[in-house]
């Protein structure tokens, strides 16, 4: 596709359930972003891959998240056992850059999680 | 530790009012890279525009044109002429130069503009 993809764009959960969160980066990309975005808030750094290979995970909130991009491309996001506080927008971005590039940031549109 | 303060939380303005967005950052790096991204209401973050803290020149583009000043720490965003189409929430956001490449954002601007 033209854009980075995300999906499913809304999800609602019980507390307890896990979810899992898809993110189709803009083909060739070799570097690939998670953010948590809380109501009102700005965008908040989880994860960052750079090919398939997880670099920086300082963002994470706990052990219940999980990120995985096994081929360098797609990647999944995972929470288990989701609690309230685990509601916020999810944005994955993606850029051509290499590392310590100044490439641009491309966003896709999120995928709003609501636990309930 | 990075940071970046966008105190003004809401701004209304009436269609072809000037307005200006403030950013202030923080940083004990040496080189960094300072972004403003919009935010419509589809969700989507949509990039604007990225300086390098070498670079200290104004720039203009169309309508939009970014203000950095190194001496406060400040990168501040003027809309010409604001027009309906540029209601959206900005961000001002920073990364430091190597490492990893996340971007630290600030809390964001929402700006009406109305007809």
């Known amino acids: 596709g033209a854009g980075v993809s995300q999906s499913p764009r809304y999800k609602v959960a019980k507390r307890g359930q896990d979810v899992a969160l898809r993110c189709d980066p803009i083909s060739g990309h070799v570097s690939l972003f998670w953010y948590q975005q809380a109501l009102g808030q700005g965008p908040e750094f989880l994860t960052y891959?750079?090919?398939?290979?997880?670099?920086?995970k300082s963002g994470l909130p706990s052990d219940r998240f999980f990120a995985e991009r096994p081929e360098g491309s797609v990647s999944t996001l995972k929470i288990q056992r989701t609690q309230q506080e685990d509601s916020a927008v999810y944005l994955c971005?993606?850029?051509?850059?290499?590392?310590?590039?100044?490439?641009?940031?491309?966003f896709g549109e999120g995928s709003r999680l609501t636990v309930l | 530790a990075q940071k970046v303060t966008q105190a003004q939380t809401e701004i209304s303005v009436v269609e072809k009012e000037d307005v200006t967005l403030d950013c202030v950052y923080e940083t004990r790096d040496t080189t960094y890279y300072l972004f403003w991204y919009k935010q419509p209401p589809s969700g989507e973050l949509v990039f604007l525009i990225r300086r390098n803290s070498f670079d200290e020149q104004n720039e203009i583009s169309g309508r939009y044109s970014w203000n950095f000043q190194k001496s406060t720490s400040s990168f501040n965003f003027t809309i010409t002429a604001s027009q309906v189409v540029d209601s959206a929430v900005y961000f001002c956001?920073?990364?430091?130069?190597?490492?990893?490449?996340?971007?630290?954002f600030g809390k964001g601007t929402k700006l009406t503009v109305n007809p």
């Open positions: 891959f750079q090919n398939e290979a997880q670099l920086d």
């Open positions: 956001a920073l990364r430091r130069k190597g490492g990893s490449e996340k971007l630290v």
């Open positions: 971005a993606s850029s051509f850059s290499p590392p310590g590039g100044t490439g641009e940031l491309f």
